[in-house]
């Protein structure tokens, strides 16, 4: 049985383990979300990627071998929880950054910077303008292994791409200069799906670190999970997560999300950021589930999965 563990001071990890693992995941959803004649996002990308990290679990999720409905379980009127729900999240969020970027570049950034890229391809299948340089942050196996896979599948990107191996614990900020970054030009910035995997104290220096290096003009996107103080609240999170887990264990794959996020009270992302000069827009996933047809979620929200929300803004300072 596959397997992952939990976070330690100093942990790393390659696509197959840890908060890396959840990289695959995602892009398995994101794969998953780009089939049908209906599909709000076109990856394809994402499951030759999936396929390339090795991992039987979720190469079988990616390439529908292994069904929604066979990992999650079905309710009594046939909707299915669990993966189902995360992959029309991931159809929604990836549609939101995309237009993110996409606007960002409309509007004349032609600097952008994806913090823990995992096996985000947007440096490939975006339509990026002339000039454009994008540069992806990642532990050095995540960034070394897509690399090398997007070289295999014969892949070209279309913007300058410029690869940043460094852990986020680092001086991210002097290898991101190294790498050709120009803090006096307007930048486009996103954190997906990966402030939950900080510590509230290491989110705040986040995005601290990226408004500091934010001329006037710069845009960024996040996405902001909720906070909560009270340890009920956070017990049947963590119970959510834990079901999970066990259903993915039953076909073989051991990944605990309770031993991976930071859950727990922390500054809101939004206001933080507002408080530093950037005037923003909030959106709801409800919303976006709503806006794109989606089933809504359900009222049954112990995870408080509908707190979520997708953030995005423009520094005035």
């Not at 394809?44 to 990290?53: H, S």
């Not at 969020?93 to 996409?102: L, N, Y």
């Not at 259903?247 to 939004?270: M, P, T």
Request: hydrophobic fraction near 45%; charge should be negative; include cysteine.
């Amino acid at each position: 049985m596959a397997r992952t563990g939990p976070r330690f001071e100093g942990d790393t990890w390659d696509l197959a383990s840890s908060v890396g693992a959840t990289a695959t995941m995602v892009a398995a959803a994101r794969a998953i979300a780009s089939t049908g004649a209906d599909a709000l996002i076109c990856d394809p990308y994402a499951e030759p990627l999936v396929r390339a990290v090795g991992v039987d679990f979720f190469t079988r999720l990616a390439s529908g071998e292994l069904t929604l409905e066979d990992l999650d379980g079905g309710t009594s009127d046939g909707a299915t929880v669990g993966m189902a729900r995360m992959t029309d999240n991931m159809a929604v969020r990836t549609k939101f950054f995309d237009e993110f970027f996409s606007e960002a570049a409309e509007d004349g950034v032609r600097q952008a910077v994806i913090l823990a890229s995992g096996l985000d391809a947007r440096a490939y299948r975006l339509a990026w303008p002339a000039g454009t340089t994008v540069f992806e942050i990642d532990q050095p196996d995540v960034i070394a292994f897509k690399t090398r896979a997007m070289a295999d599948l014969g892949a070209e990107p279309t913007a300058r791409r410029r690869a940043v191996a460094i852990d986020l614990r680092f001086d991210w900020p002097a290898a991101l200069k190294d790498a050709g970054f120009d803090p006096a030009l307007p930048t486009a910035w996103s954190a997906e799906g990966l402030l939950g995997y900080l510590p509230p104290e290491a989110q705040d220096k986040l995005l601290d670190t990226i408004t500091e290096l934010s001329a006037p003009g710069s845009r960024v996107a996040v996405e902001s999970g909720p906070s909560s103080s009270d340890p009920a609240a956070r017990e049947k999170v963590l119970a959510r997560m834990q079901e999970s887990a066990e259903r993915w264990r039953e076909h073989g794959f051991e990944l605990d999300f309770s031993e991976l996020v930071y859950i727990g009270e922390r500054n809101e992302a939004g206001a933080y950021l507002e408080e530093r000069g950037w005037r923003l827009t909030r959106r709801a996933v409800g919303e976006l589930l709503a806006e794109n047809g989606l089933p809504p979620l359900p009222e049954d929200d112990d995870a408080r999965f509908g707190e979520m929300q997708y953030i995005s803004g423009i520094l005035e300072k």
